[in-house]
């Protein structure tokens, strides 16, 4: 499955140093409301690239794969180019922390928009005020953050929410935060109105003042989808010293420091689900199977892990995509609900 054209393009500025990086969103076919109770399901995902200096960018087919996949289960998905992936500004840095910025800066983005999304069915349903807090109740916003390879890496250091949170609660108007937050009202708004248009409706809902836009931060689901991981030592990395198991990444956030959270936290609070080939030729199988063995065991883990046999580190080899595209379509399709223990998967 190709993907559609985008919903929208666009860039936005880094949280990191202003630079410009390129952007797309992709709404699902089914996502003009049909029903009340589908109408109001706001979810969705964003995908990493691959590192740029190896040709990682936004177009990349491993990410198109994921991105179609979450596409067909509803999801409305967001992808990016990392600074110095083809058309986005600056550089690819040496320690990570820039992209880390960059992904943090989408990533709050995709937040707000998801957010924003107010699609209503026909006026003959329920008001929206009812519908509205009905749903609010039952399916709470979701984002799925997931990358592939070095995008993979990104992820799993990704800082809370709570603590972005603060990052955009602290801002002033026409900084960095603010425009974006900006930019994806207007988007958000955007497709609200061609929406409400063409199910007949002339209003639109007011946009709410930026606190609440913050605030509504918390109402967000999370769970990460880690496509191929990389695990030290790296050796197409100049950088190794980051890539151990120890490493504490930060990023400057606005100017202001902000420290990554460990996958190993996240996974007692998060659905994670690592998809990786038994024949990557950047990690082993032997210390992959290790890795998620330790991060399955940890008392109240959500995390789990699919192995698809005759896999290498880019997908090529027949019947890889298909099944990586299986372990995703079933994970979703449990809804996160926590199954513990690893799969293996053998190509077709």
Same mark, same amino acid.
């Given at each position: 499955?190709?993907? =559609?054209? =985008? ?8 949280? &990191?140093?202003?630079?410009?990086? $390129? ?5 699902? /076919? ?20 691959? &590192? ?25 998905? %967001?992808?990016?180019?990392?600074? %110095? *992936?083809? %058309? ?7 320690? *990570?922390?820039?992209?880390?910025? /960059? ?24 008001? !929206? ?20 390879? &070095? ?17 955009? !609660?602290?801002?002033?108007?026409? /900084? ?33 003042? =930026?606190?609440?836009?913050? !605030? ?28 151990? =198991? ?9 100017? @202001? &420091?902000?420290? #990554?959270?460990?996958?190993?936290? @996240? ?9 990786? +080939? ?5 990690? #082993?199988?032997? @210390? ?11 008392? %109240? ?25 299986? *372990? ?12 513990? +223990?690893? $799969? ?5």
């Amino acid at each position: 499955m190709a993907l =559609p054209l =985008p919903t929208h393009q666009f860039t936005i500025p880094s949280l &990191y140093d202003n630079i410009l990086l $390129q952007c797309r969103i992709y709404h699902p /076919d089914h996502s003009q409301p049909r029903d009340r109770e589908f109408a109001w399901i706001q979810k969705g995902a964003i995908i990493a690239h691959p &590192y740029a200096p190896l040709g990682g960018c936004y177009d990349d087919p491993v990410v198109a794969t994921v991105a179609s996949e979450l596409l067909r289960a509803g999801y409305v998905v %967001g992808t990016f180019n990392l600074r %110095g *992936a083809s %058309g986005s500004q600056g550089r690819t840095s040496w320690t *990570a922390r820039p992209e880390l910025g /960059d992904f943090i800066s989408f990533y709050a983005f995709l937040v707000f928009y998801i957010l924003g999304l107010k699609p209503l069915s026909k006026p003959t349903c329920v008001p !929206a005020a009812e519908s509205n807090s009905s749903v609010d109740k039952t399916n709470p916003p979701s984002i799925i953050v997931s990358g592939y390879s &070095y995008g993979s890496m990104l992820a799993s250091y990704l800082p809370t929410l709570r603590s972005i949170q603060l990052v955009f !609660a602290e801002s002033r108007e026409n /900084d960095t935060p603010a425009r974006i937050m900006q930019r994806a009202w207007s988007l958000s708004s955007k497709w609200n109105k061609e929406c409400w248009v063409q199910n007949g409706i002339i209003s639109e809902p007011e946009s709410p003042d =930026p606190c609440t836009r913050i !605030a509504r931060m918390e109402k967000i689901n999370i769970s990460y989808l880690l496509i191929t991981p990389i695990l030290p030592p790296i050796s197409f990395f100049t950088a190794t010293s980051l890539f151990t =198991p120890t490493s504490r990444l930060t990023t400057t956030i606005n100017g @202001k &420091y902000l420290q #990554s959270s460990d996958l190993r936290d @996240k996974v007692l609070e998060h659905e994670t689900l690592a998809i990786f +080939g038994n024949k990557d030729g950047f990690t #082993s199988s032997k @210390k992959l199977i290790s890795w998620c063995e330790e991060l399955t065991k940890k008392e %109240g883990s959500r995390f789990n892990s699919v192995m698809v046999r005759g896999a290498g580190h880019f997908w090529h080899e027949d019947g890889s995509k298909s099944q990586m595209k299986k *372990a995703i379509r079933e994970w979703v399709a449990k809804n996160h609900v926590y199954y513990s +223990g690893m $799969q293996e998967l053998s190509q077709c």
